[in-house]
């Protein structure tokens, strides 16, 4: 098996490069919307954010994802984003943690 090299990209909220896995995608829909992008295939801009909600915040407060995104976010968005990313950690807690 040849080891491939894993691809990195860079939390938009703490600006840490990780592996693209470890990451949760962010894409902007046609119609300005911020949305998780669950399945990593949405079509449009992505930016990348850890699995951690205090990074959701954090690219938030330093319009990230609006520079990323090239759209604007609002607080309510923002607000959804990291409720979202909170809700996902719960549903992976039984699985983290076993590198
Ligand atoms: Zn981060």
Do not use: W
Not at 6 to 31: F, N, T, W, Y
Not at 33 to 57: I, M, Q
Request: with cysteine; proline share 5%; net charge positive.
């Amino acid at each position: 098996m040849k080891k491939n090299k894993v691809p990195m990209r860079r939390c938009v909220g703490c600006m840490e490069s990780k592996p693209k896995r470890e990451l949760i995608r962010i894409v902007a829909s046609p119609d300005g919307e911020v949305l998780l992008d669950l399945t990593g295939k949405a079509n449009g801009r992505g930016a990348y954010l850890c699995p951690d909600p205090e990074c959701a915040a954090k690219a938030g407060k330093k319009n990230a994802f609006a520079r990323s995104l090239h759209i604007n976010v609002s607080e309510e968005d923002l607000q959804r984003i990291v409720r979202e990313i909170g809700a996902m950690i719960h549903t992976n807690d039984q699985r983290t943690n076993r590198e």
